[in-house]
């Protein structure tokens, strides 16, 4: 490594999201399930998800984002791209390098990130470290999620709470001051806690067994109740230990922007930090929970609406499999999402 790294900081230079066309409402669910537009709104906050359209998989949703983030950077190319999914194309190899050259970018690096809801930041972790250290100058981030493909349709605990769709940051090497530096980054995981969010078939454990996986065990999985206190507990904890961090009050955050997986959490977090509800960045009505891609769509979507205007100091934190977590923050840059 031959260039000085200190003092140099990841600064978002361009955004972009997509969603797939397909808008599914809560009573097309209740032709086919026992549940309710009522019920999934009063519990959820859920109005519609968009849903990808048989043959369309998770790559095609990156590439979509991805090309927009390049777009709103103004023609920067990064020399890593990192993608993070719960639903890669293929068990192997990893679907970033196919994203990568589908876009172009010749030969980079480029590999998955697996951290379920909390995907996006812990790979804008990752590019954010490859910058800091000099092994990148600019990095693409994508978070992308085809995750109705994984679902049970005949499990309406889960069936109504997701949807599909892709987010994107491009990250260039610039001053920790500047607009839109990445400014403190906290992860946490708890592995005791893997049972709550799975697909218990499938890998290496499953298969080890050299018995037949139980068809239920072949889709995702997940035990709401403890997940919902977990998701409260570390989204609260981590989104402190970042405004500490960094030294903001919690009168200082002008957007609160959290994983979008129900909106009674989105609240309850909200809440305990103190932030007023109207800070909270909600678009979880209309996308649903779209796992690791959810917290730069809210972003691209408060950027589009004007929610989200230069200089607002925006505060981010998410929770999801593993058990995993994150938050960071950031002062919106002048960029307009692609
Ligand atoms: O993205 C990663 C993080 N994920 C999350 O953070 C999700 C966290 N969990 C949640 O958001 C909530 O726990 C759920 C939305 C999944 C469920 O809401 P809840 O208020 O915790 O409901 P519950 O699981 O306690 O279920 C209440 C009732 C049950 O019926 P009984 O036992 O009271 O008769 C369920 O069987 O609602 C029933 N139910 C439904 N009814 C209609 C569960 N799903 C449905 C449904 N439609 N889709």
Same mark, same amino acid.
């Given at each position: 490594m031959d260039r000085p790294t200190a003092g140099r900081a990841a600064v978002i230079a361009g955004l972009g999201a997509y969603v797939p066309e397909r808008v599914v409402t809560n009573d097309m669910l209740a032709e086919h399930l026992d549940t309710s537009d009522e019920w999934i709104r009063t519990r959820t906050g859920i109005s519609t998800r968009h849903v990808v359209e048989p043959g369309t998989a998770t790559s095609d949703l990156a590439v979509e984002a991805g090309a927009r983030a390049l777009k709103s950077a103004g023609g920067l190319t990064p020399d890593v791209l990192v993608l993070a999914t719960t639903t890669p194309d293929r068990p192997c190899p990893g679907t970033a390098p196919d994203v990568a050259a589908r876009l172009g970018l010749g030969r980079i690096p480029a590999f998955d990130v697996s951290a379920v809801c909390t995907g996006f930041l812990y790979a804008l972790a990752t590019g954010a470290g490859f910058i800091a250290s000099g092994l990148a100058e600019r990095v693409l981030v994508v978070a992308a999620e085809a995750f109705t493909t994984i679902l049970n349709p005949a499990d309406r605990t889960t069936s109504v709470i997701f949807g599909d769709g892709a987010g994107a940051v491009l990250l260039r090497a610039g001053d920790p001051a500047e607009p839109g530096a990445v400014k403190a980054l906290d992860l946490g995981s708890d592995g005791t806690g893997r049972d709550l969010i799975t697909v218990p078939a499938g890998g290496s454990a499953q298969r080890s067994t050299g018995l037949p996986a139980k068809p239920a065990? @072949?889709?995702?999985?997940?035990?709401?109740?403890?997940?919902?206190? $977990?998701?409260?507990?570390?989204?609260?904890?981590?989104?402190?230990?970042?405004?500490? #961090?960094?030294?903001?009050?919690?009168?200082?955050?002008?957007?609160?922007?959290?994983?979008?997986?129900?909106?009674?959490?989105?609240?309850?977090?909200?809440? *305990?930090?103190?932030?007023? *509800? #109207?800070?909270?960045?909600? $678009?979880?009505? =209309?996308?649903? $929970?779209?796992?690791?891609?959810?917290?730069? +769509?809210?972003?691209?979507?408060?950027?589009?609406?004007? !929610?989200? =205007?230069?200089?607002? *100091?925006? +505060?981010? @934190?998410?929770?999801?499999?593993?058990? !995993? /977590?994150?938050?960071?923050?950031?002062? /919106?840059?002048?960029? #307009?999402?692609?």
């Open positions: 065990d @072949t889709y995702f999985q997940m035990d709401g109740k403890p997940v919902f206190m $977990n998701a409260v507990l570390h989204m609260t904890a981590s989104s402190k230990k970042v405004l500490d #961090e960094i030294g903001w009050q919690v009168s200082d955050v002008d957007a609160f922007v959290g994983h979008q997986a129900n909106l009674r959490i989105l609240h309850a977090v909200a809440d *305990r930090l103190k932030i007023p *509800r #109207e800070k909270a960045v909600v $678009n979880v009505d =209309r996308v649903a $929970n779209t796992a690791g891609a959810s917290i730069p +769509l809210a972003l691209a979507d408060a950027a589009a609406d004007g !929610t989200l =205007r230069p200089g607002d *100091r925006v +505060l981010m @934190t998410a929770f999801g499999g593993g058990l !995993t /977590w994150g938050s960071t923050a950031v002062e /919106w840059p002048g960029i #307009e999402a692609g």
